[in-house]
C-alpha cells in the first residue's frame, strides 16, 4: 500500500523552529523527486520546497530561502524539512508530494504547522 505520512507539525512561536517529516511507504522513495507543498486557510496549495531523485538537488521559494532546509535519508525512506526563524505567515497545512514523472504523484494527508504567539 502507497502512504505518504507528514509528521512534526504544532504550534510554535515566532522565531522559533520545527522540523517536518515525511516517511513513505510501499513504493521505492529513492526514484522520486519530492516536494513540500503548504496551503493556509483561503489561499492556493504553493510549493515551499524540493529535491531530486537524481542528485539530491534542491530549490526554494523565495519566502522561505534562507530558513527551510529540504533533506532526504532513502534508507530510511523518509523526507525532512527543517523549518527555522518561523513567521505566522508561514502557518499552513504543509503536504508531502512524491513524484515519477510521467507516472505517479502521491500525496500525503497533511500536517498542521502554526506560528503564533
Known amino acids: 500500500q502507497v502512504q505518504l505520512v507528514e509528521s512534526g507539525g504544532g504550534l510554535v512561536q515566532p522565531g522559533g523552529s520545527l522540523r517536518l517529516s515525511c516517511a513513505a511507504s510501499g513504493f521505492r522513495l529513492d526514484y522520486y523527486a519530492i516536494g513540500w507543498f503548504r496551503q493556509a486557510p483561503g489561499k492556493e496549495r504553493e510549493q515551499v520546497s524540493c529535491?531530486?531523485?537524481?542528485?539530491?538537488?534542491?530549490d526554494y521559494a523565495h519566502s522561505v530561502k534562507g530558513r527551510f532546509t529540504i533533506s532526504r535519508d532513502n534508507a530510511k525512506k523518509t523526507v525532512y524539512l527543517q523549518m527555522n526563524s518561523l513567521k505566522p505567515e508561514d502557518t499552513a497545512v504543509y503536504y508531502c508530494?512524491?513524484?515519477?514523472?510521467?507516472?505517479?504523484?502521491?500525496w500525503g494527508q497533511g500536517t498542521q504547522v502554526t506560528v503564533s504567539v
Open positions: 508530494n512524491a513524484v515519477l514523472e510521467g507516472f505517479y504523484d502521491y
Open positions: 529535491i531530486s531523485a537524481s542528485d539530491d538537488s534542491t
